[in-house]
C-alpha cells in the first residue's frame, strides 16, 4: 500500500487532499439534512404557529441556507469525482507502463519459468483489482467512514440513548449479514470452481471439434458436457440464490431497526426522557439508514480491499523480479562475426548439464551448420551467443573479444536470429520487417523483402505491404510469416546469422529459395545453422554433429560421409532409399 | 429477440413468475413502513399513546418480516430460473456445434465459439437474473411510492413529474454522450492486451532486435489512449451523481416548504413529512435502479444476438444419408474445385484446389506431395468429406460422397490431421470414443494393444495405469510424438477402409516412422492408403503419388516416372535428397 503512493508525485498528493476534503464535506450533508429537518419540526414550524401562522420568513430563510448546501456538497462531489478520475487513471497508467518496461527488460530465464497465463494475468486481472480500488473502494471507504463518523458524534449529541439502540441492533445486523456473506463467499467459490471445469472443457472441445468429428466421437462429448453442465446448474442456483438474498435481508433488517429506533424513541419522548423530540426521532430515522449502509458497506469492503492488497503484491512482485543485467561496456563496432567457443559448459539446472566442453570455430563469411537429434543442446547453444543465458564455465569470443565485455545490445544487433517460433506482430508487414533495424528505410525494408521472396507475395496481398499481419486473418500463411521473419533478420543486417531451424515450417521448394537468397546476401556473412533438414546443410562449410550437449564430429558433409560415423547414420535415416 | 430468448427458461417457467410476483409482494410490505412510521408519529407519540406507539412499531416488524420471506424466497426462485435458463442455453449451443461441419466452425471461429458459450452465456445469465428481480422491483418500488405520495402528500406527487423525467433524461443522455470514448477505451484495452501477448510470446524477437524502447513506447500510446478516453468519459459521467443529489435534495426542500405551510395550517403532520421524504428517496432510488437495469439489458441485447446466431445456425444432417457399400471403394475426383470462403461474400475468390480429377482404387497406396499452400491439406479433408467440394463431384464407391450417411462414412474413411488433437481423460476413453458398443465387441483390449503396437506407441502401457492414464487438458502431458502415435493407433482401431495421413507424422523420427508404415502394409493390406506428406521419402514408395502445385494437379505416377515428368517433383527431390540420385 505505501509502495503505490511512490507512484504520487507532489500534484497528486496535493489533489489527493482536496479529494479527502471535498469527500468529507459532501458526506457530512447527511448530517446537515436529518438537523434541518429536526430544526424544521421542532423549532421553526412551532415558531411560525406560535406566530400567529403568517410569517414564514424563518422557514424561508433556512430552506434557502439548506439549498446553498445542497449545491455546495454536490459541486464538492463533482470536484472529487473528477479529480480522482484523473488521479487515478493517471496512477495506473504508470503502473502499467512500468510494468511492460520492465517486463521487457526481465531475463529470458523469467520468461521460462513462468506461466504464460500467470504475467498475462498479472496485467490484466492484478491491474483492474488496483483500478477499481483507486476509482471506487478508496473514495467510497472514505465517504463511509466520514459518514458514520459524522452521524455517530450527532446521533450522540441528540440522543445517547437511542444511540445505544441503534448500535445494539447494529450488531445483530452484522453478524447475520456475516454469516450469509460467509455463505455467500463458499457457495461463490464452489460455482467458480464447476465454472472452470465447464469452461475447461468447452474449449478443449471446441478446439478439437474437428477431430471429434472424424471420429463421431460426439455422443461421449456431449454425455460430459452434460454432466458438466449439470454441476454447474447446481452451483450457479445456490449462489445466485444467496447472493439474492443479501439484498431483501439487510434491506428489511434495516426496517426492523426502524421500528426499534421509532418504538423506543417514542416511548421516550411520551414519557419525556431524555429530552427527545418528535424532531429528535425524524432526524433519527433519516440519519439511520445512511448509518446502517454505510457500516455494512464498509464491512464488505475488506474483501476488496484484502484482495486490491492481494493485486498490487503480485505486480509488485514482478516490478521486483531482477532486470536482465548488462555489465558490458565496450560497443561492438563493425563486427566481422568471428565466433569462437572456448570449453563452453552450460546447464539451465545445476546437475544437468546441457552442453559440456564444447570448442568450435566460426571463421568470418563461412556457413557452419549444428546436426543432432533433438534435446542435443543445438537451441541452446545459439543462444548463448546473444547472451539470453550466460556461460556456466568457459567462454565465448566474439571478434576475439570475450562477449561478456560488450554491451548487450551491440551484441544482439550484431548477431540476427531467425527463431523456430515465428512471432510476428499485429502491425503492417512493412513495420514488421523494419522491427529488425528502426532505421531502415522503407526502400531498404522492400529490398530486403525481395531478397527474401516476400515481394512476391506481398505486392499480391489486398493492402501490399500496408496488410496488417494479425493472428490468422491477414491471408498470410505459416510458410509466408516465416519469410517475413527472414525479411526482419535481413534488413537488421547482422554481421553474424543465426539460423533456429528456421525454415522447418517452410515448404521445400520455398526453403530452395530462401537458400538461395540467403547465399546471395550471406556472401560476406557469417553464418551459424541449425536444421533438421540435412539437405539445406549440405552446402555448408562446417558441419557440427552435436549429441548429448557434446560435439562427436565436425567436418564438411562429404568428409563426414566417408567417416560412416554419427552423420552419415543420421543422413541415410533420413532419406534411405526404399528401393 | 426475447421471446426466442425465452424459450430457454423451459423447465424454470415456474420459478420465472414466481419469483416476479413475490418481488412485487416484497415492496408492497416494504412500502408501508414509512406510512405505519408516519401514523407511530403521528397517533402514538404527538398522541401520547404508549400503546399505540408498540402496536404500530409491532406491525412495521411483522412487515419487514413478510417482505424478507417474500425476498427470500423470490430471492431463491430466480437464482434457480436463471441457473436453469443458462444451463439450457449452454446445453442447446454445444448440441448445436456438436452437428457443426468444418465449414461452419470455420465460419464461427473456435475461440468465438468458447466466448459465445462461456462469458456471453453468464453475462446473460446475469441479464435473466436482474430482469426477473429488479426489472420488476424498480417499476413496482416507483408505482407504489408514487401511490403512497399521492395519498399522504396529494399535489405534491407533481414535483416529481417534473424532477423524474429531468433526471432520467440528463443521466440517460450523459450515458449516451459517454457511450463512444468507452467503446474507445475497450478498442484501447484490447490493443494493450494484444501488445503484452504478443510481447510475451515473441520476448526472444524483441531482445534480438535490441527492441525494448521501441516496445515500451509504442505500449506507453495505447496507455495513453486509456488514459485519455476513460477520463474524458469519466469526467463527463462524474456529473451524473451530484446532479441526482441535487435533484432529490430539491424535492426535499420543495416538500419541506410546503409541508410547513400545511403543518400550520393544520392539515398535515410532522409524521407525515418523514414518510414524503422516505417515500420520496424511494421514487429516486427506484429511478436509479431503472436506469442501471435498462442500460445493461441493452447491452446484453448484443450478447443475445451473438449466442442466438450460433443456435439459429442452419447445419446440415447427414446421418440418414446411403448406406455404405463395402466392396467397392474406388475414391473419385471429378473436376473438384474448394474454396474456404463460399460461404462469405467472398471477398477472397481464390480457390484452395481447383479442376482436381484423380480416381484411387480400393486398396490402393497413394503419395500426396506438393509445396505448402498448394492444397494438400484440403484434398484430405475433401477425401473425408470434412468440406463439400464447392464445384466439381467426389464419388466414394461409384456413389456421391455427399449423399452417403456421415456415420457410415466416418467409420471407413479416417483422417490423421495434422494437429494432434487428444482430450482430458484416460488414454482408453481417446482411443474408443465414438466407438458404439458393437463396434468396441469383446476383444477391446486385445486390439487396442495391437493398434498400440502398430502405431509403435507401447509406451503408453509404461504409463502410470497404462490405458488409464489421465492426459490433461488436450493431452499436454504427453509429448508431441507421443500424441501423434496415440492419434494414429486411434485411427487404426476403427479398421477402416481408407486411411489418410495428413502429414502426421511430423514429430515422429524417421526410424519410427518407417516402422509405423511397414505395420501398415501388413496389418491393412486392402485398405487405400494415402499419405500427404512434404517430405519425399514418406512418399516414395507409393504406388502412385499426387504431385500438387498452386492447388491444382502438376502429374501422377510413380515417383521414378514424376523425376522425368513433374518439374516440381523433379525440384524437390533434388532439394531432398540431392542431385546424386538422380
Not at chain 1, 514482478?318 to 570449453?343: A, M
Not at chain 1, 522492400?446 to 491471408?475: C, E, P, R
Not at chain 1, 539445406?536 to 560412416?564: S, Y
Not at chain 2, 407519540?45 to 409491532?58: D, E, F, M, N, P
Amino acid at each position: 500500500m505505501k509502495r503505490l503512493f511512490s507512484y504520487f508525485d507532489k500534484r497528486h498528493i496535493l489533489r489527493l487532499t482536496v479529494v479527502v476534503i471535498c469527500i468529507t464535506l459532501n458526506s457530512l450533508v447527511t448530517v446537515a439534512a436529518s438537523l434541518f429537518l429536526k430544526a424544521l419540526v421542532d423549532k421553526y414550524i412551532p415558531a411560525v404557529i406560535s406566530s400567529g401562522g403568517t410569517d414564514f420568513h424563518g422557514i424561508l430563510v433556512i430552506c434557502i441556507q439548506m439549498m446553498g448546501v445542497y449545491l455546495f456538497s454536490a459541486l464538492c462531489a463533482l470536484t472529487y469525482n473528477r479529480l480522482m478520475v484523473d488521479i487515478s487513471q493517471t496512477i495506473i497508467k504508470r503502473v502499467r507502463n512500468d510494468m511492460f518496461h520492465h517486463l521487457q527488460r526481465l531475463p529470458i530465464k523469467y520468461f521460462d519459468q513462468n506461466e504464460y497465463g500467470d504475467i498475462m494475468s498479472k496485467f490484466t486481472n492484478d491491474a483492474v483489482t488496483l483500478e477499481d480500488f483507486l476509482t471506487r473502494t478508496f473514495p467510497d471507504a472514505v465517504s463511509f467512514i466520514i459518514t458514520i463518523t459524522g452521524v455517530l458524534i450527532t446521533m450522540l449529541f441528540l440522543s445517547p440513548l437511542v444511540t445505544g439502540v441503534v448500535l445494539l441492533s447494529l450488531v445483530g445486523i452484522l453478524l447475520s449479514t456475516r454469516f450469509l456473506g460467509k455463505k455467500n463467499k463458499q457457495n461463490f467459490m464452489r460455482q467458480q470452481k464447476t465454472m472452470g471445469a465447464l469452461n475447461g472443457f468447452t474449449e478443449e472441445s471446441v478446439e478439437g471439434l474437428k477431430t471429434i468429428k472424424v471420429f463421431s466421437s460426439e455422443k461421449e462429448n456431449e454425455q460430459s458436457f452434460d454432466k458438466l453442465n449439470n454441476n454447474l446448474y447446481g452451483t450457479t442456483k445456490k449462489a445466485s440464490s444467496y447472493a439474492n438474498m443479501m439484498m431483501p435481508i439487510t434491506g428489511n433488517l434495516g426496517n426492523v431497526q426502524y421500528a426499534l429506533i421509532a418504538i423506543f424513541g417514542g416511548v421516550l419522548a411520551i414519557k419525556g426522557i431524555g429530552g427527545l423530540t418528535i424532531g429528535i426521532i425524524a432526524a433519527f430515522l433519516q440519519m439511520n439508514k445512511s448509518f446502517t449502509s454505510s457500516i455494512s458497506q464498509l464491512a464488505n469492503m475488506v474483501n476488496a480491499i484484502s484482495q486490491a492488497k492481494a493485486g498490487m503484491g503480485r505486480i509488485f512482485n514482478l516490478l521486483d523480479e531482477e532486470e536482465e543485467t548488462d555489465e558490458g561496456t565496450l560497443v561492438l563496432e563493425n563486427p566481422k562475426g568471428h565466433i569462437e567457443f572456448k570449453n563452453v559448459s552450460f546447464s539451465y539446472v545445476e546437475g544437468t548439464p546441457i552442453l559440456k566442453e564444447v570448442s568450435f570455430e566460426i571463421k568470418p563469411g563461412t556457413k557452419v551448420a549444428l546436426v543432432g537429434s533433438t534435446g542435443a543442446g543445438k537451441t541452446t547453444l545459439a543462444s548463448l551467443i546473444g547472451r539470453f543465458y550466460d556461460v556456466d564455465e568457459g567462454e565465448i569470443l566474439f571478434d576475439g573479444v570475450n562477449i561478456k565485455e560488450y554491451t548487450k545490445e551491440s551484441l544482439r544487433l550484431a548477431a540476427g536470429v531467425v527463431l523456430q517460433d515465428v512471432n510476428l506482430f499485429t502491425e503492417s508487414l512493412l513495420e514488421n520487417i523494419r522491427f529488425g533495424n528502426r532505421e531502415a528505410t522503407d526502400e531498404q525494408c522492400i529490398s530486403a523483402a525481395k531478397a527474401t521472396n516476400v515481394d512476391a507475395f506481398a505486392t499480391k496481398l489486398s493492402d501490399g505491404y500496408a496488410t496488417v499481419i494479425t493472428g490468422n486473418l491477414s491471408g498470410v500463411s505459416g510458410g509466408q510469416r516465416q519469410l517475413i521473419s527472414i525479411a526482419r533478420a535481413e534488413v537488421a543486417e547482422p554481421a553474424l546469422m543465426i539460423l533456429d531451424e528456421a525454415t522447418s515450417s517452410v515448404d521445400t521448394r520455398t526453403e530452395l529459395l530462401i537458400n538461395e537468397s540467403l547465399d546471395t546476401v550471406m556472401d560476406d556473412r557469417t553464418s551459424l545453422v541449425i536444421a533438421h533438414r540435412l539437405s539445406t546443410i549440405r552446402n555448408a562449410d562446417n558441419i557440427i554433429v552435436l549429441e548429448n550437449g557434446e560435439i562427436v564430429e565436425t567436418g564438411n558433409h562429404d568428409e563426414l560421409m566417408n567417416k560412416k560415423g554419427r552423420y552419415n547414420e543420421l543422413y541415410t535415416l533420413a532419406f534411405e532409399n526404399d528401393n | 429477440m426475447l421471446k426466442r430468448l425465452y424459450k430457454y427458461s423451459e423447465g424454470y417457467k415456474r420459478e420465472t413468475y414466481l419469483a416476479s410476483i413475490l418481488v412485487v409482494l416484497e415492496i408492497f410490505f416494504d412500502v408501508l413502513i414509512p406510512y405505519i412510521i408516519a401514523r407511530l408519529i403521528d397517533d402514538g407519540v404527538t398522541g401520547g399513546s404508549v400503546r399505540l406507539v408498540h402496536i404500530y412499531g409491532a406491525l412495521i416488524i411483522a412487515a419487514s418480516v413478510v417482505s424478507l420471506v417474500f425476498g427470500a424466497f423470490s430471492a431463491k426462485c430466480a437464482g434457480k430460473a436463471s441457473a436453469g435458463f443458462a444451463a439450457n442455453l449452454r446445453a442447446a449451443m454445444y448440441e448445436k456445434i456438436l452437428h457443426f461441419s468444418y465449414r461452419d466452425i470455420d465460419e464461427f471461429s473456435a475461440s468465438s465459439i468458447v466466448t459465445r458459450m462461456t462469458t456471453d452465456t453468464n453475462n446473460l445469465r446475469n441479464s435473466y437474473l436482474m430482469l426477473v428481480r429488479i426489472a420488476f422491483r424498480a417499476p413496482s418500488m416507483f408505482i407504489f411510492s408514487v401511490a403512497m405520495v399521492i395519498a399522504v402528500g396529494g399535489k405534491i406527487v407533481l414535483i416529481y413529474c417534473v424532477l423524474i423525467p429531468l433526471l432520467v433524461a440528463v443521466v440517460l443522455s450523459l450515458m449516451k454522450a459517454t457511450r463512444e470514448k468507452y467503446k474507445k477505451v475497450y478498442a484501447a484495452y484490447d490493443k494493450i492486451n494484444l501488445k503484452i501477448a504478443e510481447n510475451l510470446r515473441g520476448i526472444r524477437v524483441v531482445k534480438s532486435f535490441a527492441a525494448e524502447d521501441r516496445e515500451s513506447k509504442k505500449f506507453e500510446e495505447s496507455t495513453q489512449e486509456v488514459y485519455d478516453n476513460f477520463t474524458s468519459a469519466e469526467k463527463l459521467l462524474a456529473f451524473s451523481f451530484p446532479f441526482m443529489q441535487i435533484t432529490v435534495n430539491t424535492s426535499l426542500i420543495i416538500i419541506s416548504w410546503i409541508a410547513s405551510h400545511w403543518i400550520v395550517a393544520g392539515t398535515f403532520t410532522p409524521g407525515e413529512l418523514t414518510s414524503l421524504i422516505s417515500y420520496s428517496m424511494q421514487i429516486f432510488m427506484s429511478a436509479r435502479l431503472f436506469i442501471t437495469v435498462s442500460s445493461s439489458i441493452a447491452q446484453s441485447q448484443e450478447t443475445a444476438r451473438r449466442c442466438l446466431e450460433l443456435i439459429d445456425h442452419e447445419v446440415e444432417d447427414k446421418s440418414n444419408g446411403d448406406s455404405f457399400d463395402e466392396k467397392n471403394y474406388d475414391l473419385k475426383f471429378d473436376d473438384v474445385s474448394f474454396n474456404y470462403f463460399a460461404y462469405k461474400d467472398a471477398t477472397d475468390s481464390s480457390n484452395a484446389i481447383s479442376n482436381v480429377s484423380f480416381n484411387i482404387k480400393s486398396g490402393e497406396t497413394i503419395g500426396v506431395i506438393g509445396p505448402t499452400g498448394c492444397g494438400k491439406s484440403t484434398l484430405a479433408l475433401l477425401m473425408a468429406n470434412l468440406y463439400e467440394a464447392t464445384d466439381g463431384k467426389v464419388t466414394l464407391g461409384g456413389k456421391d460422397i455427399n449423399g452417403i450417411s456421415s456415420t457410415d462414412l466416418r467409420h471407413n474413411v479416417v483422417v490423421v490431421l495434422q494437429q494432434s488433437i487428444l482430450f482430458s481423460g484416460t488414454v482408453r476413453d481417446n482411443l474408443v470414443n465414438g466407438l458404439s458398443k458393437a463396434e468396441q465387441g469383446e476383444d477391446l483390449d486385445e486390439r487396442i494393444k495391437t493398434a498400440l503396437t502398430l502405431a509403435k506407441a507401447e509406451f503408453v502401457y509404461e504409463l502410470e495405469g497404462g490405458l488409464d492414464y489421465d492426459l490433461s487438458q488436450s493431452g499436454t502431458n504427453l509429448s508431441g510424438g507421443q500424441r501423434q502415435r496415440i492419434c494414429i493407433a486411434r485411427a487404426l482401431l476403427r479398421n477402416p477402409k481408407i486411411i489418410i495421413f495428413d502429414d502426421s507424422t511430423s514429430a515422429i523420427d524417421a526410424m519410427t516412422e518407417k516402422a509405423i508404415r511397414e505395420n501398415l502394409h501388413k496389418s491393412l493390406p486392402d485398405a487405400t492408403k494415402i499419405f500427404i506428406s512434404q517430405r519425399i521419402a514418406s512418399v516414395k514408395g507409393c504406388d502412385r503419388i499426387i504431385v500438387l502445385d498452386n492447388g491444382t494437379v502438376d502429374a501422377i505416377g510413380e515417383s521414378k516416372e514424376l523425376l522425368n515428368t513433374s518439374k516440381v517433383y523433379a525440384d524437390i527431390y533434388s532439394t531432398q535428397i540431392g542431385g546424386a540420385a538422380i
